[in-house]
């Protein structure tokens, strides 16, 4: 990484501050450049892993994605479980996911998360593919679920 490295702060900021730059670009611009910036970073995060369409295998996958967002990761997320959905795609459950600390809503709001992952999938299974949150930590839920699936054309 090309600048500053902080060499006293590191790369972690307050999360505080990352809820202000997510609720205030949604309530701005709406939710797509938040769910987008997550895209480009699963993407970007698995392409710098060197994992670009390298298997479809959905617990490599969680093993993979578990290491690279947890506690010894970028600490976006704690990864339950990623298993193959009947659609082809995959479902994925997480816990304190960094969208929802201290955050209580009554729709799902993990744009930025879930983004990652679809970001995330579309990387190291090589298709492109979409997400929607059925279920959310913010709604009350011990964990969010995401239905990450393939785009077809
Ligand atoms: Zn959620």
Redesign the pocket.
Known sequence: MAGDERATLGQFMNLACFQYLRVGTEEVAGRAPIVAAGRKRGYDLVESLGLLGTTQDAATIQRTLAAALGADGTRLCVVNSIAPSDSGGYTVH?RE?A??TGQESSE???AF??GVFVGALHGITGAQMRGT?S?????G?EA???QIEPVTF
């Open positions: 997480i996911g969208c929802t799902p709001l993990c998360t879930m949150e279920v959310c930590s913010a709604c839920a969010c679920v995401y």
